[in-house]
């Protein structure tokens, strides 16, 4: 038995084996590739390229998260790229890049505004403090600019940067929809397309600006294109590089809304259950009670101030009256057929009271609720006679 088990056991291996073998036969190996995109730094950061080519390049790269923290870049030593929003940039703080300039520093920020001719004025504080002006070449108009921009080829070329003791231009793709005009005649160099001017350079004191009309030859999918990465090298040499690229920020909100929204949701739910659940109470709040066996008093009080609260004045002392008249209907059978006047006298001899007394107690209640005083002067009346009685 057991050598015939063994056999099968063989067997069994031996067909695996063949099976295993013609199923490698007929496998074909190949290779995929399986494309994820750009990693997430990649993705959060547009110029990470440009960074990396200039660390390449010795050069000491700094990122600068708003325009606020830029106060103590060294003048003779940095370049500053402003490639980010400039809305929020305030006046005070244009000036203080304008001075820092000036002690000899070197900035490079993207035109953000195009020239309003009815302001005379963009609203770029950086352009209009340098009297520079940028224009649409898609627009007509009489102006110095306007004739500047007029010859533009229907497909403008590259741009072409033309350097001294350069035999062949550099060549630049910038975006040939803006032009940028020197309206103050105060550029030393510039970058021209077939009909517009991409790039100006100018001395400012002691130091050095160069406006563009766009940044995006250094985003990463750019800079290799043409010579984008020269003219980075060219504009940041010898000196450290502070990037600003991303200047404006999320708010908290924003970034909760972003990326927590279901727990914002059941916070809120959680918030107007709790508030639905609190607001339900009738009445006043009483101060929790000791946990032991009431007394007869408290109980009685306790109904007494239900019923005041909501039968009112006018329910008790009509009770306390009916009582009364039950009371005297045993003493003196026919009471209620008398008059009111008959009763009054009829009362004050079975309980000794003045009749003036017992009166003013047996009024119907009035519609308006009495005093405190009034009422309990007229409880202390009642129970009086029909304690009497």
Known sequence: ?????????????????????????????????????????????????????????GRAVTHAESVTGLGGLQPDQQVLLLLGDRSEMTPRQSRHFLEWVAEGGHLVFVAERLWNERTAKSGD???DALNLQQYETTEGGNNDAADQIASAE?????????????????????DTNYHLYD????????ANSAGATHMLQLQHGSG???????????????????????????????RDVTLAYRTEHDSLLQ?????????????????????????????PLFEPT???????????????????????????????????????????PGFETLEHAERCQILAKLSG????????????????????????TQVARLQSLRNAL
Not at 183 to 190: I, L, M, N, R
Request: charged fraction near 20%; proline fraction near 5%.
């Open 1 to 57: 038995m057991i050598h015939r088990r063994a056999i099968c056991w063989a067997l069994a291996a031996v067909l695996l084996v063949a099976l295993l073998l013609f199923a490698a036969s007929k496998a074909t190996p190949y290779e995929e590739v399986i494309e994820h995109g750009p990693a997430p730094q990649v993705r959060s950061n547009p110029y990470l390229a440009a960074e990396h080519f200039l660390t390449d390049q």
């Open 208 to 238: 050095l600006i160069t406006a563009l009309t766009d940044s995006w030859i250094w985003q990463n999918d750019n800079i290799a294109r043409y010579d984008h990465a020269w003219l980075l090298w060219y504009l940041t040499q010898d």
């Open 183 to 190: 309206a103050g005649k105060k550029s030393h160099a510039w």
């Open 290 to 332: 000791e946990r032991g066996r009431r007394q007869l008093q408290e109980h009685l009080r306790g109904s007494a101030d239900f019923l005041y609260r909501h039968a009112g004045q006018r329910h008790l002392l009509s009770n306390l009256q009916r009582d009364i008249q039950r009371q005297a209907r045993r003493r003196h």
């Open 125 to 127: 504080l950086l352009l």
């Open 353 to 376: 009271i003045p009749s003036d007394l017992i009166d003013q107690a047996l009024r119907s209640p009035a519609a308006k609720p009495a005093s405190t005083a009034e009422f309990t």
């Open 255 to 283: 970034q909760l809304l972003r990326y927590f929204p279901e727990a914002l949701v059941a916070l809120l739910l959680t918030l107007l259950f709790a508030t639905w659940h609190l607001a339900q109470r009738q009445g």
């Open 154 to 174: 229907k497909h403008p070329s590259l741009t072409r940067l033309y350097l001294e003791n350069e035999d062949a231009p550099a060549y630049l793709a910038f």
